[in-house]
């Protein structure tokens, strides 16, 4: 371990899992190394990523989002919402997700862990600590017989909606430049889920919601508020971005924010393209802690998921990231909090409060 990989990295989001469920990549791939992607065992050991949450994330049956990542690279843009996944689509999905991921730990490279005692030992060891998170709850039903199911399947994080809308409530849409108060507040099916969330101790994540769920959720739940990857909308005017407002919500609930790498919602103009300086996410990192706080500001790439900046490219580029902090003055107590220090005592307090 050198300054390059140290402090290892426990990340907030990465949609990994897609892509060997869609057969993109094989399990193969995923330990031997693949050129395609932006997460392997081999790219992750060099970049010093010790773990994080894993994304069940159901792609949509519907068109709307086809072209997002074109529309996004305009000045301003608001991409069309796909309509709602049924619950069987959605279920089949995420069980080939969670077979994935279950694929993954029988290699031995990674580690579903479901307390925080095992995922502190898992991640410190030679194994990648995975958290399974749901993002976008379409799989579960109204009665919430399928959230036991999953949460006995190693489940404990949850975002209710991805952008598209669910029977739980409305997401934002990827619109630039916008406030992300864009639709109504969660439903009583989606206030009953933060409840049986909280019953369960599995982590709440608001970072698709908009501004009226967000203030539902706040409103309800007994739990630290988290955002797994979202920015500071003073920053980054994006709908999928927090507000000083929320970020003080935030705070006051002990919750927590993970960076998101996606260029969209870390550029000042909103444009999802990788030609960007890194300093733009070290005024985001001061921003948030200035607002939440050094214990509670952590890393969400959103790796598989999106257009990171150019310099980091993948998980391998993480020691740019690490660099960068050092120069712009953050010394190694707070990069221990950032890189992994501070998901760890969220979660703890998530899962054991
Ligand atoms: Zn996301």
Redesign the pocket.
């Known amino acids: 371990m050198n300054s390059d990989t140290a402090p290892l990295i426990f990340d907030g989001?990465n949609?990994f899992l897609l892509h060997l469920a869609r057969g993109k990549i094989t399990v193969e791939d995923a330990v031997y190394g693949t050129k395609s992607g932006q997460i392997d065992f081999l790219r992750a050991r060099k970049g010093g990523f010790g773990g994080g949450f894993f994304?069940l994330?159901v792609p949509s049956t519907t068109k709307g989002q086809a072209n997002g990542d074109e529309a996004m690279t305009n000045a301003r843009y608001d991409v069309p919402l796909p309509g709602l996944v049924s619950w069987e689509d959605a279920m089949k999905v995420v069980v080939d997700e969670i077979a994935a991921l279950r694929a993954l730990e029988r290699t031995g490279k990674l580690k579903i862990c479901t307390t925080a005692d095992d995922l502190e030992t898992t991640f410190h060891s030679e194994k990648t600590a995975a958290v399974m998170h749901l993002?976008g709850a379409e799989a579960i039903d109204p009665d919430f017989s399928t959230l036991e199911v999953l949460y006995a399947a190693g489940l404990r994080s949850l975002g209710p909606v991805?952008s598209r809308p669910t029977i739980f409530g409305h997401g934002v849409p990827f619109r630039f430049p916008s406030t992300g108060d864009t639709g109504p507040g969660l439903t009583e099916a989606g206030k009953e889920l933060v409840r049986q969330c909280n019953r369960l101790k599995i982590m709440l994540d608001v970072?698709?919601l908009n501004e009226k769920g967000f203030n539902d959720l706040a409103a309800l739940t007994d739990a630290p508020i988290v955002a797994t990857?979202s920015n500071a909308h003073v920053i980054s005017p994006h709908a999928r971005n927090l507000t000083d407002r929320q970020l003080a919500m935030i705070a006051e609930s002990d919750g927590m924010v993970g960076l998101n790498f996606a260029t969209a919602f870390l550029r000042p103009d909103g444009r999802m393209s990788p030609d960007m300086p890194i300093e733009i996410m070290l005024r985001h990192l001061d921003h948030l802690m200035e607002k939440v706080g050094e214990d509670r500001v952590g890393f969400g790439s959103?790796f598989d998921?999106a257009i990171v900046p150019q310099a980091i490219g993948d998980v391998a580029g993480l020691p740019v990231l690490r660099r960068e902090m050092r120069t712009h003055g953050y010394d190694e107590a707070l990069l221990t909090k950032l890189c992994h220090q501070n998901w760890f005592r969220v979660l703890r307090k998530t899962w054991n409060p």
């Open positions: 989001h949609d994304a994330w993002e991805w970072s698709h990857h959103d998921g």
